[in-house]
T-cell receptor
């Protein structure tokens, strides 16, 4: 069993729709949870960063962490064609630098 | 602020050949990472440097992979000899420090194809 599971998709939605992405994990020691966006042929860039359980909102993006269920989510409201990318979840333990990534979900927003 | 620079962007080699990748981190970033991203998978950490010292190389296949970071700035990653399964994107990242709350910035990567 992989440490971090993420449905690779692909996911195709019309412009303006809500995009819902999620990851599950098996290691209860993970405390820091991140979402990265990776455009084609580019490196990942940090989108959202959350510590422990709870919600975090930044513009059209909302990250949720449910540590009791070992489940994290990313929601993109009013999606735009420019949101078309691969979204990677990542997480790490306290006092640890090593990121454990999911496989990434490829999202296409149709104009 | 200039980002993480990597070269070359693309490389095609035959199996059993050797190849080297170069990375120039963001100025002032003490921590440098090399990740391997196989198609359809998330990045996997190969090695982490703090200045010019190795912090973690537990997932580096040391029989064929080597990396160095001379003078605590630029870094090179070498594969010798290459295998077909080494085909991947090799990402370099850097951060100001190796702390838990420190964001890592990624370069565009080097796409390696081994034929």
């Amino acid at each position: 069993q992989k440490e971090v599971e993420q449905d690779p998709g692909p996911l195709s939605v019309p412009e303006g729709a809500i995009v819902s992405l999620n990851c599950t994990y098996s290691n209860s020691a993970f405390q820091y949870f991140m979402w990265y966006r990776q455009y084609s042929r580019k490196g990942p860039e940090l989108l959202m960063y959350t510590y422990s359980s709870g919600n975090k909102e930044d513009g059209r993006f909302t990250a949720q962490v449910d540590k009791s269920s070992k489940y994290i989510s990313l929601f993109i409201r009013d999606s735009q064609p420019s949101d078309s990318a691969t979204y990677l979840c990542a997480m790490k333990r306290s006092n640890d630098y090593k990121l454990s990534f999911g496989a990434g979900t490829t999202v296409t927003v149709r104009a | 602020e200039a980002g993480v620079a990597q070269s070359p962007r693309y490389k095609i080699i035959e199996k059993r050949q050797s190849v080297a990748f170069w990375c120039n981190p963001i100025s002032g970033h003490a921590t440098l990472y090399w990740y391997q991203q196989i198609l359809g998978q998330g990045p996997k950490l190969l090695i982490q440097f703090q200045n010019n010292g190795v912090v973690d190389d537990s997932q580096l296949p040391k029989d064929r992979f080597s990396a160095e970071r001379l003078k605590g700035v630029d870094s090179t990653l070498k594969i010798q000899p290459a295998k077909l399964e080494d085909s991947a994107v090799y990402l370099c990242a850097s951060s100001f420090s190796g702390g838990v709350n420190t964001e890592a910035f990624f370069g565009q990567g080097t796409r390696l194809t081994v034929v």
